[in-house]
């Protein structure tokens, strides 16, 4: 891993294989213990900074850092100096003579993790910026298909809702093809961002927009846009986002909230061939998700509360132990031997 | 820095005898098998636990528990050059977690592991165990004890004593890894100089 977690384009396909594997291996059973906590980064220090209202990524967060032993500090803005006028970077700069080890912020604003990761030696964890990105609830989500499904090469997910808004989304776009899957955005035309198919890999590649037709333009394309919920014929997994009313202040995205109901609410009825629904949460009953549909098996949506656990652990402790090993150097010894010059090689003698 | 002084120590023949005679003197020490469990230390030391398990229990006709531990989480070193180790073992294509399919609470666990050199591995394996529950009592059973302790801990049953120097690499290869039995000593270049 890079030394801090921005964005999801900062790690690869085999990046992210490596993490969820230690997530998988290490960190998922942990909880299903009497003693829930491992020793691992004792006398670390980990601020989480909140400048938004959250439940489950502040508080995976929190117990993260706690159940690998460090020291986690929570710092929400609505209770502390910046309420009193702080900037951000001043803020930072505080924060950052205490000497933590890992920083994860959660900002409004676009750019806020990357912002802060330039006035601190910490790590930094983009735990949410605005409507830029949110890569660990990215990788969780990966996490949690992988469990399901295994192999995500060539499963079809698609993302349903407010995508205009959704820092899920866009990170979800990226990620989901990295890792093989083929996407589609079903949404109202009035919440898809302008240009959105050219985050499709095939799209990129051949460096053109795609167009503004529903299928989403080039035939064979990774990332495909509509407008109906007859595109989740085909998919194996729908991905269904909150719609984001608190960001539509200001702007006129919806004819009415109703409409948007009748035409993408999801429930049980969109569900055959073992299609299964994931949702960052939180989730808003009788808006983009039926009632019976929340509360049904078909949901994995406790899975990823479970999966983001376990994937937070893996990523403190990978963007530590992955500084120290380039800190290190490039050498790599064992329990069996360590790469010091030896002082008496002849005297070899094996004493059964 | 790669070996350029190779020797094998310990053929396969020897290497198999000595194993069964560990097993032995595991249930020679006097233990229940319905109270006894081996773990085995990733990687070697889970395969080296598995063979004895099986011995025993051809000996004894009885099932013996057996579980692996892996210490990664648990080393004294994950910001120093330890991490390499834990690299080592996180860029293998498929890495192995601890599995303990057994309350270890009032168990005698035998803990094997291929090589004992500093202890700190033994250390973080007890520290590890502690967090699964209470056993009654821990040993520990290792096929190569090379010396330069770094820490009180000493082996119950002992495969080899190898004395060593520091620049020395003590390497137990297992057929179930390393498609052969032997246990081989390296030395670097700089050692053969000095």
């Given amino acids: 891993m890079n030394r801090n977690l921005l964005s999801i384009n900062d790690l690869s396909r085999e990046d992210i294989e490596s993490l969820l594997a230690t997530a998988r291996v290490d960190f998922l059973d942990l909880s299903k213990r009497d003693i829930k906590k491992v020793p691992t980064l004792r006398g670390r220090t980990v601020i989480d900074l909140f400048y938004e209202k959250s439940t489950r990524t502040s508080t995976s967060f929190e117990l993260a850092g706690k159940r690998l032993s460090a020291d986690v500090i929570n710092v929400k803005a609505d209770s502390s100096a910046v309420g009193k006028g702080e900037s951000l970077k001043d803020t930072t700069l505080t924060l ?39 890569p660990t609830q990215c990788l969780l989500d990966i996490f949690s298909l992988q469990q399901e499904f295994g192999d995500l090469s060539g499963l079809k997910v698609a993302i349903v809702g407010d995508i205009l808004h959704s820092r899920v989304a866009r990170s979800n776009i990226i990620g989901f093809q990295k890792m ?50 007859d595109a989740l014929a085909d998919v194996g997994v729908i991905y269904l986002l909150r719609m984001q009313k608190e960001r539509h202040e200001g702007g006129n995205f919806l004819p009415s909230l109703r409409e948007y109901i009748a035409r993408y609410q999801v429930g049980l009825r969109h569900l055959s061939d073992g299609k299964k629904v994931l949702h960052p949460g939180p989730i808003n009953r009788g808006v983009e998700i039926e009632g019976a549909l929340a509360d049904s098996p078909e949901n994995l949506i406790l899975q990823q509360v479970e999966a983001g656990l376990a994937v937070r652990m893996a990523i403190m402790y990978r963007l530590i132990v992955d500084s120290a090993v380039a800190d290190a150097g490039a050498a790599v010894d064992t329990e069996a031997g360590a790469a010091k010059p030896a002082a008496e090689v002849k005297n070899i003698h094996a004493v059964g | 820095m790669s070996g350029v002084f190779v020797k094998t120590v310990v053929s396969a023949d020897q290497l198999g005898r000595t194993i069964v005679r560990i097993a032995h003197e595991i249930l020679e020490k006097d233990q229940e098998p319905g109270q006894l469990a081996l773990v085995g230390i990733h990687t070697r030391g889970a395969h080296l636990a598995h063979r004895l398990a099986k011995l025993m229990e051809q000996f004894t006709g009885q099932q013996i528990a057996v579980g692996e531990l892996d210490i990664s989480l648990y080393r004294d070193d994950v910001a120093a050059r330890g991490s390499l180790t834990v690299r080592s073992r996180l860029a293998q294509p498929e890495i192995k977690g601890t599995n303990l399919p057994f309350s270890i609470d009032d168990m005698t666990i035998v803990l094997v592991d291929d090589v004992l050199f500093t202890g700190r591995t033994i250390r973080a394996a007890i520290d590890a165990l502690f967090d699964y529950g209470r056993p009654s009592c821990i040993q520990l059973a290792v096929l190569v004890d090379r010396g330069h302790r770094e820490l009180p801990i000493r082996p119950d049953f002992v495969g080899k004593n190898l004395p060593t120097s520091q620049g020395e690499r003590i390497n137990v290869r297992l057929s179930e890894v390393d498609g052969e039995d032997e246990i081989v000593l390296e030395a670097t270049r700089e050692g053969v100089e000095s």
Avoid: C, W
């Fill in chain 1, 96 to 134: 950052n003579a205490y000497r933590p080890d890992i920083i994860v912020i959660r900002h409004p604003h676009v750019g806020a993790a990357a912002f802060v990761a330039r006035y601190t030696d910490a790590h930094v964890i983009n735990a949410g910026d605005g409507m830029g990105e949110h």
């Fill in chain 1, 180 to 229: 093989g899957m083929k996407v589609t955005l079903v949404a109202p035309p009035g919440l898809l961002p302008r240009g959105v198919e050219a985050l499709g890999v095939a799209g990129q590649r051949a460096g053109t927009r795609s167009s503004d037709r529903p299928d989403g333009g080039r035939s064979g394309a990774d990332l495909k846009v509509a407008h109906s919920l």
